[in-house]
């Protein structure tokens, strides 16, 4: 796995200090692609200035309006969150974060999801997330400023990348799947199941989470995703 | 060694923000004995709000007037410097200078020393430290943010210190899937897939396989068991 296939996405990040304080951490690390989901501040003078000449990483951002468009073309999608969730998604600590992501093959592309300074990510959200990264804090004191997190991951990632150079060819036969493939599957999969009556349209309730998670800490296959989509189609026709 | 027993050391340092984010990145990672040297800012507002609730820290710092006076009660000074050296001072990696800190008995203190915004330590200052820590950083974009640089080190001291097998609690209301119960899975599977048409009984080909080493490799619980079950139960409803 390339450096350059890792983005760095800040969402609704509301201080512009942070951006450019993270632009310069991740070029301190080798990571340049930063992608912000609709930002709350604009990118100017205070974000250059902290910056302090990762400028690079500022003029390539990508700017998009929602975490679903930053996140389509990866195959592994990792939230940081410190809140505590009643429905628990599997936990890296950040050396296997960095660990999991160099072993992928340079066709994958991986995106590092920061929430908002206040509120983090809302459920919504993380559900489009294969792991959730937690860095060890103080219990009484947790709160990392979000540079400060981008700049520990990323750390993290090029410290691991700098002591073990292992390039593993993408298999052509078979890639990752995209977040947008695994959302397909997803939705079809969920119609089948209000289809049979095995879900409640109006009352989803918990079902869907739990499969979602099943799924997406599965680390699924464009292959993987087509049988799936297979069963789901002729189980449809039987019903026809 | 407690850590307690550390202490970061800024030297000179020119902002404020700065000096309130490392108040922060220490108390993230439980490390609040903060001193600076000959501060060339005032530590008010901008300090305590880049701080965000880590008052005691700046509260309780100390301030004097060189380097000298900072370290005079540590058995151990590391500084941390970008700058070549034509003199070169023994140097670690983080990780080894957490460790290196971590096996110290309780009577010792450590400082940790970091340097001016735009110009480090000067050479004078060097002579003072046992050690220099260097963060591996991109060679073309090297200069780190000393709020940043904090955060890195007392993040690595912490993770060490805290590294305790992380014995995950069993859950108890949700316990790994057993080989029969797999196996009771793939059954019903592709008792559905042939009645579906999506399977030929007579050859089954890879798909089964397949669709076992995807839910093999996933470490089911029961819980996901039952919904998995529960769902080819509605769909075999459906047909008849």
Redesign the interface.
């Known amino acids: 796995m390339k450096l350059e296939n890792i983005k760095i996405v800040m969402v609704g990040t509301t201080h512009p ?1 942070n951006i450019g ?1 993270a632009a ?2 991740m ?4 990571i340049a692609n930063l992608t912000l989901v609709d930002p709350q501040c604009p990118v100017g003078q205070v974000a250059y200035s902290r910056a ?3 400028n690079l990483v500022l003029d390539q951002r990508e700017t998009v309006a929602d975490l679903p468009a930053a996140v389509a073309d990866c195959s592994c999608v990792i939230a940081t969150s410190a809140r505590r969730r009643s429905l628990a998604w599997p936990e890296l ?2 050396q296997e974060m960095a660990g999991k992501i160099l072993q992928m093959d340079d066709a994958s592309r991986v995106a590092l999801v920061f929430g908002r300074e206040h509120s983090g990510l809302t459920n919504d959200e993380m559900q489009l997330c294969n792991y959730m990264v937690c ?4 219990p009484e ?5 979000v ?2 997190a981008i ?2 991951l990323c ?1 993290e990632i ?2 691991q990348q ?1 002591i073990m150079p292992v390039a593993r060819a993408p298999d052509l036969d078979d890639q990752p799947a995209t977040s947008a493939e695994l959302e397909g599957y997803f939705e079809h999969l969920q119609r ?2 209000e ?4 879900l409640d349209p109006q009352q989803p309730g918990l ?1 869907m989470q ?2 979602r998670r ?1 799924y997406l ?2 680390e ?1 296959t464009r ?2 995703i087509n ?1 799936l989509r ?2 789901l189609t ?2 449809q ?3 026809d």
Chains 1, 2 share one sequence.
């Open positions: 200090g304080a310069r951490a070029l301190n690390m080798c302090s000449g990762a600590e950040p860095i060890p804090t103080n004191f947790s709160s990392l400023n540079a400060s700049q520990l750390y090029y410290r700098s089948v199941l289809q049979s009556g095995f079902i739990r499969l099943l800490r599965n699924m292959n993987e049988i297979g069963m002729a189980v026709k039987q019903r």
